[in-house]
């Protein structure tokens, strides 16, 4: 006797479409257990990029590939004992925010690294110096008020100030959350990450020193470096961050990538090189003279921290 045939049970549209959903989204690729760690080198613009193409020797000769992923390129290769991922984050905030988060979604990255110059803001360093600092932050987050015609301006009910103001800017603490946080919860900076402070500060007790010009660079790991989306020369908003944050540079990418790397929870460690004094320079901020000789710079201090993972 011949068994009864069965049918195919049918997906209901609803479980069709929530199938199709799933298979349509984009599935961050995670480090496996025990998996070899790649660890991101990025930069901002072309005189960082060229340092660390060069420092690394990035090119298909030395095995690195070449991936293009929404009109940006990453090379994936070795240095040394490591395996590495190269990329451009792109100038600015958004910039870099957009980037980087491309980047952790398409890459099994375990952890990033940064190199590249930033405008001087504390007083005892000089062009050349290289600057690690412990966290980022926001300096140009903040509400923009009106006078109150007595001396004062007109806060929001929202605000609450807690640093001084600089003039009619008044800063303030940005909202983030991440996996595990129940709600956005506002945070004054974001931290570097302190077991690669750590190989860092290690690394510098073994690096010859190094030279720009006619003087040898301090580097040093610690502090406060702050970020913003607008590019800094001036010399009285620079005074005022100094007063603020204590802040010993100021650029504008490293506070969102160190944000986005808190937010997904990947260990990140940023090293800027100066290549200006933030406005506090007589005439012309010299950045142009000093971007791709500083780069190098920040980039071989990066290639000592590598080396000590």
């Not at 070899?36 to 020797?57: S, V, W």
């Not at 010859?208 to 580097?219: E, I, K, Q, Y």
């Not at 003279?289 to 590598?306: D, K, N």
């Amino acid at each position: 006797m011949a068994q009864p045939r069965c049918r195919p049970r049918l997906l209901s549209p609803l479980s069709r479409l929530l199938l199709l959903t799933a298979l349509l989204l984009p599935v961050r690729p995670l480090a496996a257990a025990g998996a070899a760690p790649l660890l991101a080198l990025c930069a901002a613009y072309p005189p960082e990029l060229t340092a660390l193409h060069a420092e690394f020797g990035v090119s298909a000769e030395r095995g690195f590939t070449e991936t293009r992923i929404k009109g940006l390129t990453f090379w994936r290769g070795r240095a040394g004992r490591h395996e590495v991922v190269i990329f451009r984050t792109g100038v600015s905030l958004v910039n870099a925010a957009y980037q980087l988060q491309i980047a952790l979604e398409r890459f099994p990255i375990t952890a990033i690294l940064f190199a590249g110059v930033a405008g001087g803001v504390d007083p005892s360093l000089q062009v050349g110096d290289v600057v690690i600092p412990e966290r980022w932050a926001y300096h140009a987050e903040a509400a923009y008020l009106n006078p109150d015609g007595k001396g004062g301006h007109v806060l929001p009910s929202f605000l609450r100030p807690r640093a001084e103001n600089f003039g009619m800017i008044f800063p303030n603490e940005v909202a983030a959350t991440r996996e595990g946080e129940a709600d956005f919860r506002r945070l004054p900076s974001f931290p570097a990450d302190p077991a690669m402070l750590a190989a860092a500060r290690r690394a510098l007790g073994r690096m010859p020193a190094l030279r720009a010009g006619d003087r040898t660079v301090v580097v040093s790991v610690g502090g406060t470096g702050v970020a913003g989306p607008v590019f800094l020369d001036n010399a009285a908003y620079r005074e005022w961050v100094f007063r603020v944050w204590q802040a010993r540079c100021a650029d504008m990418e490293s506070t969102a990538l160190a944000h986005v790397a808190w937010s997904n929870q990947v260990p990140i460690l940023i090293i800027r090189g100066l290549s200006d004094l933030a406005g506090a320079q007589r005439g012309a901020n010299p950045i142009e003279t000093y971007e791709t000789r500083v780069s190098g710079i920040a980039t071989r201090v990066l290639r000592a921290v590598v080396e000590e993972l």
